[in-house]
């Protein structure tokens, strides 16, 4: 596996690859790689030749008092499962690398970024629109792949790759999840015990509410009140938001149909953690 810090390096190697006829896919990380990750990359190797990950923590799309500074950083665990998960390139840019002084350009998400995450957390969607821009002008790949379980931002990535005409296909990677069905996230290392326990309501009350969708309830309260039933009696869980909307716009639907997402986040203890289920598909 090649490790690579600069655009400039990045993009000459990748010019090589490219005039030997082989196309590209990419892994935009956080880097603290998981399973979920790890089926990511898998994804992109199978759909191109040669594969890309970044590991980069985007100081853009963090707020005031989140989670910036204490964000896990394991570099070597990072390097070793992406190297024995077939990544070809390893992409480790620097805040310097990536923000240059006087960078202040930035990309302005559309009206699907102001609800849900975009509400609970101002700017942090024109943080991640604008570092993806960024990598996807570096790594121009021919397929990028990003995670279910950001389903929000997934979207808003797929409408700026639209929007702003990049060439590139954008795919969705079902959810990774544990053996109680707690979406893979790096942010769960920050679960104590108690709280790890607490997390597992979380699909819990996704499936309660698809369990509800399929014996025939389409009033998405109905829907909501069956998720937030099995929330309410764990006290260290406490709700965010929970809503039925459409795929595309984000904007809540009703009735409630297959394609429609339940989207939902949660505080368990200080640790605030997202998940969602498409009605139609439900959680494995």
Known sequence: MREVTTGHALRAWLRARRAE???????????????????????????????????????????????????????????????????????????????????????????????????????HFAGVLTVVAKLFHIVQPDVACFGQKDWQQAALVRQMVRDLDFSLEVVVVPTVREPDGLAMSSRNAYLDATDRAAAGSIPAALRALVARYRAGETDPAALVAAARAVLDVRPEVAAEYIAVVDPGTLEPVAPARDDAVAVLAARVGPTRLIDNVILGQGIG
């Open 21 to 123: 006829g082989r196309q590209v896919g990419f892994v935009p990380t956080m880097g603290a790689l998981h399973e979920g990750h790890l089926h990511l990359v898998d994804e992109a190797r199978r759909r191109a030749d040669v594969t890309v990950a970044s590991i980069f923590v985007n100081p853009l799309q963090f707020g005031a008092g989140e989670d910036l500074v204490r964000y896990p950083r394991p570099l070597e665990r990072d390097r070793l499962l992406a190297s024995g998960r077939g990544v070809d390139a390893l992409f480790l840019p620097d805040v310097g690398e990536m923000y240059p002084p006087g960078a202040a350009t930035r990309v302005v998400p559309g009206p699907a970024a102001d609800r849900w995450e975009g509400a609970a957390r101002p700017g």
